[in-house]
Each structure stands twice: as C-alpha cells, then as structure tokens.
C-alpha cells in the first residue's frame, strides 16, 4: 500500500508541501489547495507550476480532494456537475482519475426524501465521471446525507458504478459516534471501498456503544490514539488484497470546514504513527 497526504496540511505553499513530503518519503499527495487555492478553482497557470513542482520532486499526484457535494441539497446541481467537469479536466492534466467527493448537507437531517436526493444528485455526477473516465471517491463526512456507516451503505448500494467508491474515514465516523464502526461494518462496506483516509478521533464522552447520539466533535488523534479501530482497518485491508492508498489528512492542529491543517511537525507525527501500524499488522510500504 502506497501513503499519500494532503499536502495543505503541511503548508500553503506548495513548493514547501512537496518538499516535507519528499523528506518524509511520501511518494504521493492529495491536492486540496495550494498557494491558498482550493483546487476547485485553479487557473491554467495553477496546473501547469503544480504538475512542474510535482515532477521536479517526483511526487504524484494521488487524488484531488475537491469540495464537490459539500454544499446545501437544495442547491441547483448543475453547479456542482459544472465543478466536476472542470475539475475532471485539471485531474486529467495532473495524471489521476480520483476526485473526491460528499454527499450534501441536508436542510433537516437524513430522512427517506433526503437520501433519494442525495441518490439522484450523486447519480447524475457519477454520469458525467464515467463519461470521462473519472473515479469519484465518496467521503463519510460529519452532517452530510452520508455520515454514518448505514447511509454511506445505501448510497453505495444505489450508484453500484465502478465510477463511484468509497473513502472510508475512521475519524469521522468516530466524530459521527459510531464506535466499534470496523467490527460492526466492515464486512459490508469493505467491496465498496476504492480509498482510504487516514486519521483518527475519540468519541464523544457518552457516546452509545453503536449509536449516533454524540454531538460534540471529537478530538482528533494520530492513527491508532482513538476509537477509529485503524489497526483493525489496515488488519483487515492487508487480509483482503487492498494495494491502494492510505492517504493522511490528519487535522492535528485544526479542522475547518473545508480544510484542516497539522503543519509539517505534526504530518511527520502522522507518518511516523501510520507507518508504526503498518509494521505491526505487516503491511509493505508501496514507492
């Protein structure tokens, strides 16, 4: 398994992202914003110094951590198909097919009209990335449609399109309060999986054994200090023939809501940590 990590984590500037990354010896990075950008709107001139550095420092490019579905249901969608056509052609010139996505805030909690909407509205994005070959990668997300493990199930199961497939993200599941989520959803959720996100939290304190009743957010913690059960994940991806990404996006400083950041102090802690597990569970290190 190959490690990349958003490398707005690490620094606004993106010369100083690659070059953390390259001491470190990430070979890959999640481009979420560089100079302050987000990638959702970058200029010709941002591709082209991003796919120089890129090569300069022999990194690639592993996924575009778009924004795409992180805005309000009852937004017009075509806003959002504009973003992913756009974003899909700066993903082709930066040489991946990944772009990751959620599934929309809704404006009263996830009831049976939400998730249709939700449905619809991904279907019609998952249209326009298998027509150019793109994968959308669904990320569970605090307050989406998507959130907890059963509702990023029945999106799963709706759009079943080898164009659409799961990032599963440990801590926001914790954040969300479903705790023991590996045990208890592994089995169901893992063939949809198509990425991996790495980072964990601790539940919210009274948190149900299975529930969703904490609403605090979590403190987030490096891989294997919370309850995201992340030994358990890479455990059972290492059983199941996973040779995909794990991708840091460690927020250790802060979590905005597009955005977080660690610094390069706290990314090393991140790298050291997951690379602690990997050898515990005896995974290899992809170059």
């Keep these: 398994m190959k490690i990349s990590a958003f490398g707005d984590e690490i620094a606004v500037d993106f010369e100083e992202q690659l070059r953390v990354l390259r001491r470190l010896k990430i070979p890959l990075i999640d481009i979420r914003a560089a100079w302050g950008v987000n990638c959702s709107q970058f200029s010709d001139d941002h591709v082209a110094r991003v796919k120089e550095l890129c090569a300069r420092y022999e990194i690639a490019v592993s996924c575009m951590g778009s924004p795409i579905g992180k805005s309000p249901i009852e937004d017009p969608i075509e806003i959002e198909c504009e973003r992913l056509r756009a974003m899909g052609a700066v993903a082709d010139q930066l040489g991946t097919r990944n772009i990751r996505i ?5 404006a009263a909690g996830v009831d049976e009209a939400a998730m249709q909407c ?6 019609k994005l998952t249209d326009i990335a298998t027509a150019m070959d793109l994968q959308l990668l669904l990320e569970n997300e605090k307050g989406v449609v998507g959130d907890l493990p059963e509702n990023c199930l029945q999106l799963l199961k709706a759009i079943d399109s080898p164009n659409f ?8 599941f914790v954040q969300c309060g479903a705790a023991e989520q590996v045990e208890a959803w592994w089995d169901a959720l893992h063939p949809t999986i198509g990425y991996i996100h790495i980072k964990d939290a601790l539940l919210p304190e009274g948190t149900a ?11 987030v913690k490096v891989a294997g200090q919370g309850d995201g059960q992340v030994k358990e994940l890479l455990a059972n991806l290492r059983d199941s023939g996973y040779d995909g990404v794990l ?3 460690p927020h250790l400083l802060e979590a905005r809501h597009s ?11 991140a790298v050291n940590a997951l690379r602690g597990l ?6 290899a290190e992809g170059r």
């Excluded at 959620?102 to 809704?106: G, H, I």
């Excluded at 497939?165 to 926001?172: C, E, G, S």
């Excluded at 054994?209 to 403190?219: I, L, M, P, T, V």
């Design 165 to 172: 497939r799961f990032i599963w993200d440990p801590a926001n």
């Design 259 to 269: 955005s977080g950041f660690s610094g390069a102090d706290g990314m090393e802690m």
């Design 247 to 249: 991708s840091l996006e």
């Design 102 to 106: 959620f599934s929309f805030y809704p």
């Design 209 to 219: 054994k299975h529930g969703g009743e904490g609403e605090a957010r979590s403190a």
């Design 118 to 123: 939700a449905i619809d509205r991904l279907g």
């Design 278 to 283: 990997m050898a515990e569970v005896g995974i």
